[in-house]
């Protein structure tokens, strides 16, 4: 039997539109182990970390593993500063830590 392994790009907050419950509906059903990327973006570095937190990190199976996704772009550009883009993942790392997940 094959092995499969899903990884989840949550980014509801930014997009208008979220799949988690169908997502974790058919994990359960079918037994996927899943990998959910909570995106921490340099525009609005909060709204998916708290909009997983609020509504969704409940409804997860604790059997998935969850993690931090950096969207390194501000304003429509790519940030490519070393210190800058450091410092977005120390942001993400400690948002994650606020709501109890250990990137």
Not at 26 to 55: G, K, Q, R
Not at 78 to 95: F, N, S, V
């Amino acid at each position: 039997m094959a092995t499969v392994v899903v990884s989840v790009d949550c980014a509801a907050a930014n997009q208008g539109r979220c799949y988690t419950p169908e997502l974790v509906r058919v994990a359960e059903e079918f037994h996927v182990p899943m990998t959910w990327l909570i995106t921490v973006s340099a525009n609005d570095p909060m709204s998916n970390v708290m909009l997983y937190h609020a509504e969704y990190l409940h409804r997860i199976p604790s059997w998935h593993e969850i993690g931090l996704r950096v969207h390194f772009q501000s304003n429509g550009s790519p940030i490519t500063d070393e210190r800058e883009r450091g410092m977005l993942i120390q942001e993400g790392k400690d948002l994650l830590k606020q709501c109890h997940v250990k990137p």
